[in-house]
């Protein structure tokens, strides 16, 4: 028992080089909705997010809901497919993917963290113009013919305009963002955004330290189904090219580029399942997942 107490010590101890090394950063976390477990996992996330707010990083959590939408859907028979990860859009699916996301899953990881002491605040990209977007244009190019076309997924939105500065506010009043990838588009349109897409772009805007796109693999696997625990762009581009980056990990590694290009420190892809993913990442030796850094 004395030894667990020690050991317990120990590790507290080691901390202190990332407490310091992330003093006052901003950290942009995204939950998938693949990573969202019962409710002792979630109460289990929103502690750690409490805990490293108390240890003044300031955590952004950004979340998804594809799986929740997706039974949503269903339920209401309106039918829905992906191309390259993205869901095609149209305004009866928009309504839902928007009453998903702002109302059910946001409250639900909002809830979760007051519930441990924290002040959370659920947001969308419409609140305070936070993300504005226009209609996304996806290029898919023929492996065989090598000719590109544009992908008309709908109601699909590209973030185009930050305005952060509410973010600010809150980070500095203790107060934890927690943000639904919804964005508002300029003529009134709401629009669906991946959730990758959403928290690199948020990311990107706040110049945070670390991005952590929290999934239901344990990173960025190879044709052999290894990890690869750290990834260039060089990388990421042969592996979508030969199909072995697919489907939803296509938005993640696109996110992990563009959010280094707008000068986020690093980011990392992990699995959101494992306890306690987002201190082992932060606070000890034992990060995990796939690193892409510039
Ligand atoms: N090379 C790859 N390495 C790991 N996972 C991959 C890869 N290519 C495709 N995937 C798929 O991407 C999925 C993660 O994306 P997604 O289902 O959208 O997750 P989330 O809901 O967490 O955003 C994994 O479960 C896996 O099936
Ligand atoms: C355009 C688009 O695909 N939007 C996503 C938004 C939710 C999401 O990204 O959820 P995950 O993070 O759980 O995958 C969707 O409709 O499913």
């Known amino acids: 028992m004395?030894?667990?107490?020690?050991?317990?010590?120990?590790?507290?101890?080691?901390?202190?080089?990332?407490?310091?090394?992330?003093?006052?950063?901003?950290?942009?976390?995204k939950m998938g909705?693949?990573?969202?477990?019962?409710?002792?996992?979630?109460?289990?996330?929103?502690?750690?997010?409490v805990l490293m707010k108390q240890c003044n990083l300031h955590?952004?959590?950004?979340?998804?809901?594809?799986?929740?939408?997706?039974?949503?859907?269903?339920?209401?028979?309106?039918?829905?497919?992906?191309?390259?990860?993205?869901?095609?859009?149209?305004?009866?699916?928009?309504?839902?993917?928007?009453?998903?996301?702002?109302?059910?899953?946001?409250?639900?990881?909002?809830?979760?963290?007051?519930?441990?002491?924290g002040k959370a605040v659920g947001l969308s990209g419409k609140d305070a113009n936070l993300v504005i977007c226009e209609k996304a244009m996806k290029t898919v190019k023929d492996p065989d013919s090598n000719i590109e076309s544009v992908l008309d997924l709908g109601l699909?939105?590209?973030?185009?305009?930050?305005?952060?500065?509410?973010?600010?506010?809150?980070?500095?009043?203790?107060?934890?963002p927690v943000i639904a990838p919804v964005g508002a588009g300029r003529n009134g349109e709401t629009?669906?955004?991946?959730?990758?897409t959403m928290a690199g772009a948020i990311a990107g805007g706040m110049k945070a330290e670390r991005l952590l796109l929290l999934t239901d693999v344990s990173g960025v696997k190879n044709a052999e189904g290894e990890v690869i625990t750290q990834l260039t762009r060089a990388d990421v581009e042969t592996l979508?090219?030969?199909?072995?980056?697919?489907?939803?990990?296509?938005?993640?590694?696109?996110?992990?580029?563009?959010?280094?290009?707008?000068?986020?420190?690093?980011?990392?892809?992990?699995?959101?399942?494992?306890?306690?993913?987002?201190?082992?990442e932060l606070f000890t030796e034992h990060g995990a997942g796939s690193l892409i850094r510039p």
């Not at 202190?16 to 950290?27: F, I, N």
């Not at 629009?191 to 990758?196: R, T, W, Y």
Request: charged share 25%; hydrophobic share 45%; net charge negative.
């Open 33 to 49: 909705g693949h990573a969202m477990g019962d409710d002792t996992a979630m109460a289990a996330f929103a502690r750690d997010i």
């Open 240 to 280: 979508t090219r030969e199909g072995v980056i697919r489907g939803g990990m296509i938005p993640k590694t696109e996110t992990a580029m563009k959010a280094i290009d707008s000068g986020v420190g690093a980011v990392v892809i992990l699995d959101g399942r494992a306890p306690h993913a987002c201190l082992l």
């Open 191 to 196: 629009f669906n955004v991946n959730g990758d």
């Open 59 to 117: 955590p952004i959590i950004v979340h998804g809901g594809g799986p929740q939408i997706g039974e949503m859907l269903k339920r209401l028979a309106i039918r829905s497919e992906f191309v390259n990860g993205l869901r095609v859009t149209d305004e009866a699916t928009v309504e839902v993917v928007e009453m998903v996301l702002s109302g059910r899953i946001n409250k639900r990881i909002v809830q979760a963290i007051n519930a441990q002491g």
């Open 2 to 29: 004395k030894r667990d107490w020690i050991a317990t010590a120990r590790t507290l101890s080691e901390a202190l080089p990332y407490l310091q090394r992330y003093d006052g950063a901003t950290v942009v976390i």
């Open 156 to 176: 699909v939105g590209e973030p185009v305009e930050m305005h952060p500065e509410v973010l600010r506010t809150f980070i500095e009043s203790d107060f934890i």
